[in-house]
């Protein structure tokens, strides 16, 4: 009863195609489409929000058919994807591009980073939100239209973590279950990474992971260290409790480590906080 649903947060794409960009995974690509439909000129003209997606034939590239880049196939290597020479990999026709909203047209705003948009956007209720979350994970750098196909694992996970933490928990308690989120992550990353754990966890969610990674280890308000070894040297619970309690288990080669990682950075506490 204390739990409305579970999740798994993998390293999965989000998308197959360059059709699934992180503008449209995070839903706020919708309400710039009907900000660009209610513009004077698109009204005079009669195009709706559909005209500024390019997944509609009326108002996207013919060339490309919206996807911004052209597939080269090749006999003996794998296919090459280039830029569509006709739209330039902007995706739209030029009559679409006609239209602009605050400056912008709708190749204009795939083209923002998330940093940039959030000065744009800073005053739009439906997109600033979750344009900031994608700051506070550190995917800033990305762009709104960023083909999905380029992201790695790591990116592609933390997108999923803002569209959780936009959904604000209207599904009740939620179960979520990651493995290894901190691979390939810098160190200012994983505090990144630890503070979006920390928001699902005060909202009531609880967030499980399978993880290898110290700092994040310490953090956690209880750990299950299972070993002794690693595959069919284990399997088997070693030692539970919080990361302070861990530590004291000489058994433990992660309570060692924990108890190590403590004597060397003592500002690294291994007290246990809210992950």
Request: net charge neutral.
């Amino acid at each position: 009863q204390h739990i409305g649903r579970v999740r798994e947060v993998d390293s999965s794409p989000i998308g197959r195609t360059p059709r699934s960009v992180p503008a449209t995974f995070l839903g706020i690509w919708d309400a710039i489409r009907q900000a660009l439909a209610l513009t004077p000129e698109a009204r005079a003209r009669g195009y709706g929000p559909g005209r500024f997606s390019f997944n509609v034939a009326a108002g996207r590239c013919d060339a490309c058919n919206g996807m911004g880049e052209i597939t080269v196939e090749m006999s003996f290597l794998p296919n090459v994807r280039i830029p569509c020479e006709r739209c330039g990999g902007r995706r739209y026709a030029p009559v679409t591009l006609d239209i602009t909203w605050r400056g912008r047209t709708a190749a204009d705003f795939l083209e923002l980073t998330f940093a940039e948009a959030q000065e744009v956007f800073a005053d739009f209720p439906k997109i600033a939100p979750k344009v900031a979350l994608m700051n506070d994970v550190g995917l800033g750098y990305l762009s709104l239209g960023q083909p999905s196909p380029t992201l790695s694992g790591g990116e592609a996970q933390r997108l999923k973590l803002v569209n959780e933490l936009g959904r604000g928990g209207r599904d009740g308690p939620t179960l979520y279950v990651l493995d290894e989120p901190t691979i390939g992550l810098h160190g200012e990353d994983v505090d990144l990474l630890l503070d979006v754990f920390r928001r699902l966890v005060e909202r009531g969610d609880t967030v499980l992971l399978i993880e290898h990674h110290l700092e994040l280890i310490a953090q956690a308000d209880h750990v299950i260290d299972l070993g002794p070894e690693g595959g069919e040297h284990g399997g088997r619970i070693v030692a539970t409790g919080t990361p302070a309690a861990v530590a004291r288990r000489k058994t433990s080669l992660t309570g060692r480590a924990l108890a190590a990682m403590a004597c060397n950075n003592p500002s690294r506490s291994t007290a246990g906080a809210s992950a």
